[in-house]
Nanobody, 123 residues
Framework: QVQLVESGGGLVQAGGSLRLSCAASGGAASTRAMGWFRRAPGQVREFVAAINWKGEITEYADSVKGRFTISRDNAKNTVFLLMNSLKPEDTAVYSC????????????????WGQGTQVTVSS
């Protein structure tokens, strides 16, 4: 089991940037692929980005491709989501999640979840 704690959310103006962090702990943290998901008001949770356990492979939702960057620092067991050119439609609770080794876009394939951090983008 991996424990995940997100941070870095907040209120930003459209066009601004924000970097989210997800600190992972537990013995299996270094072998986990990590994903970022978001739930906007009135919407279901959706995939945002994922990175495999070595940081070699990344995936992005089409809606954020070119604007968001996922990365990880395995020495610190931390995953980041750099969000640039933020839009009001990016407003959501962002959660990080963990699964073994390989990336996935499927919410149900992730076993461990953080509590989420609120990102609000004003126009």
């Amino acid at each position: 089991q991996v424990q995940l704690v997100e941070s870095g959310g907040g209120l930003v103006q459209a066009g601004g940037s924000l970097r989210l962090s997800c600190a992972a702990s537990g013995g299996a943290a270094s072998t986990r692929a990590m994903g970022w998901f978001r739930r906007a008001p009135g919407q279901v949770r959706e995939f945002v980005a994922a990175i495999n356990w070595k940081g070699e492979i990344t995936e992005y939702a089409d809606s954020v491709k070119g604007r968001f960057t996922i990365s990880r620092d395995n020495a610190k067991n931390t995953v980041f989501l750099l969000m640039n050119s933020l839009k009001p439609e990016d407003t959501a609770v962002y959660s990080c999640a963990a699964r073994p080794f390989h990336t996935s876009r499927s919410v149900i394939s992730y076993s461990d979840w953080g509590q989420g951090t609120q990102v609000t983008v004003s126009s």
